[in-house]
């Protein structure tokens, strides 16, 4: 990709146009809990859309050489930073899965998700050597949210985040609920022997 075209995206702040263009180290899976470093946290946790998000409500447009799409087609991305602010960003971000519970490493300073979205539709256009434009619709999470990591902690489940939404891909209605049980017996699943979550609902 052409230095310029890459400065140019860089520049952009929806979700996409950041991951498109490489600035933001993703966590987006997770196969064993060695993969876990000392300065890292495994998070737990789940997000439900209502309604959920159908296939063909998404869209995604652009050129793709890193298969990027793969982060957005029913996938959120949730910006996290060691501060309770929303900054142009280069970071950190994790890339979870929708209406499943999920398994994502996240550094332990990392502890604030500063913007959380899914997009419902993203197209780039390069207009010239020097500029790409981006049109993008994002259904927004509320934000910022404080995940409660403690020093000691190795893993934390932080709930289901459960969003309602309009037509519109705006949210009406926000809430955590506890499913503990069902989470740690799918983690007991993935990570047999693994140091167990630490119950750490999400809050604003």
């Avoid at 495994?42 to 652009?62: C, D, N, T």
């Avoid at 499913?179 to 119950?199: I, M, N, Q, S, T």
């Amino acid at each position: 990709m052409r230095a310029p075209l890459l400065a140019a995206m860089r520049a952009l702040l929806p979700a996409a146009a950041a991951l498109l263009a490489g600035c933001v180290s993703v966590s987006e899976s997770l196969d064993s809990f060695s993969q876990v470093g000392a300065d890292e946290v495994l998070v737990v946790g789940r997000i439900e859309i209502v309604p959920p998000i159908k296939p063909e409500e998404q869209s995604y447009k652009a050129l793709d050489p890193f298969n990027s799409k793969r982060h957005f087609m029913g996938r959120a991305v949730l910006f996290m930073s060691d501060k309770p602010e929303y900054q142009e960003y280069t970071g950190d971000a994790l890339n979870p899965p929708l209406q499943e519970t999920w398994f994502l490493k996240v550094p332990r300073t990392k502890r604030y998700m500063v913007k959380g979205s899914v997009t419902m539709a993203f197209a780039l256009r390069t207009v010239s050597r020097r500029q790409a434009v981006t049109d993008q619709t994002e259904l927004l999470f509320p934000a910022p949210l404080a995940l409660d990591i403690r020093p000691a902690d190795k893993a934390v489940y932080i709930g289901t985040l459960r969003l309602h939404r309009d037509e519109f891909h705006e949210v009406t209605r926000a809430e955590v609920r506890d499913d503990y049980g069902k989470a740690v017996a799918e983690y007991r699943a993935k990570f047999p022997g693994a140091p167990l979550p630490r119950k750490a609902l999400l809050r604003r």
